[in-house]
């Protein structure tokens, strides 16, 4: 037995050493003969062959009878609803600070009190950390919670390296009557290092839930990527205990131990080691670069000529106001535009939107014909990939878990890296150049979206559309046509920066993002407006207090706290989410998903954008065409 709780040790110099409160008593709470040395020999084995990177499953882990008690403790707390750009679950409160509960409210919760103490008990403690070859692990920090994955929850990639976690863990509280299925989804999914610090675009092992079982794995900066698939079960949900066990705390340590801890903090330096999965995402992406516009001139075509004359003489003084577009420019963008969006009345009308909100969305933007075309071609493709959902699908019937090969082509490449992002990406037709007008296909859009991004997008005529609605100059840009699948594609919150050393990267962009979803009744656009379904573009400043990778992004109220409008989310879950919010989230706007609609969105450096991940139970993919103009 190990009495770690209520009294605190004090080292010879008279420094109290921080314990638990409570008695641990790990030979009652896990299963007879975990603790052997035997057992720990055959855990270590499995964990140093185990791959992609070392892992172990841990089966019947503590006492039948505890842990039901546990499950149901827990159940009976009330779960608050949380959502960030990685994450949909519903929680209850911070499990660590089950010390600072009154004597009442703990006898509520003492089998969960005796499963904790006995996880962070010395035995226990010893027990993993010589399974995962770390060093002493504190007996003090209990860092845990507990989290319930009903339908539409997941978590995206990252590599949970935060502070001074040391092992990472989860245990299963699956109903124990009725055993999870690997259809139900919420799989513990591992990711492979392809580079140092960069993950594979999918997973390469997949463990699924079940009962009383305990999968853990040490902390790396970037090596230890991991996510948790979208649960799909209609009726059924995915509890669990998560947390981490961390290393030595000041607090925990001898004064012999302190000593060398001092020591060594002041001799490390860090140098050579993988950055942590949000460092990188703060970064910026370096490995997207810009590319120069060809110059115009905002008087119109007859006036490029003296704007390249003016620009290679450094000549600053400032255009005149933007000129009507000509003939020959309507010309060029009528075959792609619709022709309400050429009329110099309404182009006047989204201009002065435009430069009051900074932002504006261009519903039913391309020519009719073109956007029926590629509605019909971008259905077609998702039938043809199994991705286009039942119109209905009965509220019974659950959606399928990720094919991970869906949709993938030599023509739509699956891009990540997957803690940034992952999607599939059209790739530039090579050898034969792209058509300067529609194909309007309606079989597959590749061809008019490749002929979107590269020809209409890049073209000064287009330019100068974008310069009259927006009084924004493009000199430089970059982009991307991307498919989002249901049930696996995503981006997580970035910053426009390219990377620190970009002199331009504090100036911003202009987001240019061109979008088609599903939408055959008014059944399917509700779903995409009501943003349950995932695929919304969302802008968000910048959360500096959290450094969580998996948790510091601001909390993601209802709809209404971003746009004034109610989502179509169950009342239940929506006031759940008012309870759990944290302030409005840093939200500074959010774009539902709609077919054939531009929104147009002036973004300072330092915010940050996030498409948030497809559900599984979204009508069809998200497609768009994704553009960052740099502007004068």
């Not at 707390?77 to 960030?84: D, L, P």
């Not at 001139?297 to 003296?306: A, L, N, R």
């Not at 309507?330 to 909100?357: G, H, M, T």
């Amino acid at each position: 037995m190990t009495a770690e709780g209520k009294q605190r040790k004090t080292t010879q110099s008279g420094r109290q050493m921080k314990r638990l409160r409570g008695t641990a008593e790990p030979e009652k709470v896990f299963r007879t003969g975990l603790l052997a040395d035997s057992q720990r020999e055959s855990l270590k084995t499995e964990y140093d062959a185990s791959g992609p990177y070392h892992h172990v499953v841990i089966k019947d882990l503590v006492s039948d009878d505890l842990l039901r008690r546990v499950r149901a403790e827990l159940l009976a707390i009330h779960a608050t609803r949380k959502e960030t750009d990685i994450y949909r679950v519903f929680q209850t409160g911070d499990m660590a600070n089950l010390d600072g509960l009154p004597e009442h409210e703990l006898t509520q919760l003492k089998s969960l009190l005796q499963l904790r103490n006995a996880l962070y008990s010395h035995e226990f403690r010893t027990y993993i950390a010589s399974i995962c070859g770390v060093g002493k692990l504190s007996p003090s920090k209990a860092d845990l919670s507990h989290n319930i994955y009903k339908e539409g929850c997941h978590l995206l990639c990252h590599d949970d390296v935060i502070g001074t976690r040391s092992i990472s863990y989860i245990i299963y509280l699956t109903d124990p009557e009725d055993p999870w299925r690997e259809s139900d989804g919420g799989g513990l999914e591992l990711f492979p290092v392809v580079s140092k610090g960069t993950p594979a675009v999918h997973p390469s092992v997949v463990i699924p839930p079940a009962w009383n079982q305990m999968c853990m794995f040490a902390v790396q900066p970037g090596h230890s990527f991991h996510s948790v698939a979208e649960v799909v079960s209609v009726d059924r949900t995915r509890p669990s205990i998560s947390g981490w066990f961390h290393v030595l705390q000041p607090e925990d340590m001898t004064d012999e131990e302190l000593a060398v801890y001092e020591r060594e903090k002041l001799n490390a330096d860090g140098n050579g080691q993988p950055k942590a999965s949000l460092d990188q995402l703060l970064s910026g992406d370096s490995d997207f670069p810009f590319k120069d516009l060809p110059k115009f001139s905002v008087k119109g075509p007859e006036f490029d000529d003296e704007e390249v004359e003016m620009k290679s003489g450094n000549d600053e003084d400032d255009e005149e106001e933007g000129a009507p577009l000509t003939e020959s420019e309507i010309a060029f963008l009528k075959p792609f535009i619709n022709p309400s969006y050429l009329n110099p009345k309404v182009i006047s009308q989204a201009n002065d939107r435009f430069c009051e909100d900074s932002s504006i969305q261009l519903t039913s933007f391309l020519e009719p014909s073109l956007a029926a075309a590629i509605s019909k071609a971008t259905q077609s493709q998702d039938k043809k990939d199994g991705l286009l959902t039942p119109a209905p699908r009965p509220v019974t019937q659950p959606a399928p878990i990720a094919n991970y090969n869906a949709g993938v082509s030599q023509d739509w490449v699956a891009t990540g890296p997957s803690h940034k992002h992952r999607f599939l990406q059209l790739m530039k037709p090579s050898g034969k150049p792209l058509p300067q007008t529609p194909t309007c296909s309606i079989q597959d859009p590749s061809m008019d979206l490749a002929t979107l991004e590269h020809v209409v997008f890049s073209s000064k005529p287009f330019l100068r559309l974008i310069n009259l609605i927006t009084s924004l100059k493009p000199t430089a840009s970059r982009s991307q046509a991307r498919r989002f699948r249901p049930g696996m594609d995503y981006t997580l919150a970035t910053t426009s920066g390219e990377s620190s050393n970009d002199p331009d990267s504090e100036v911003g962009v202009l987001d240019a993002t061109l979008c088609f979803v599903c939408e055959r009744d008014g059944r399917d656009a509700g779903l995409w407006e009501s943003d349950e379904v995932g695929g919304f573009d969302c802008y968000m400043a910048a959360d500096e207090s959290n450094d969580d990778p998996a948790q510091y992004r601001a909390q993601r109220a209802v709809k209404a706290a971003y746009t004034g409008t109610a989502g179509s989310a169950e009342k239940g879950d929506e006031e759940e989410m008012e309870e759990g919010a944290e302030g409005d989230g840093g939200a500074l706007l959010s774009v539902s998903a709609k077919a054939n609609c531009l929104s147009l969105v002036m973004r300072e450096a330092s915010v940050m954008r996030f498409i948030k991940y497809v559900g599984a139970r979204a009508p069809g993919s998200r497609w768009d065409v994704a553009v960052e103009y740099k502007y004068e």
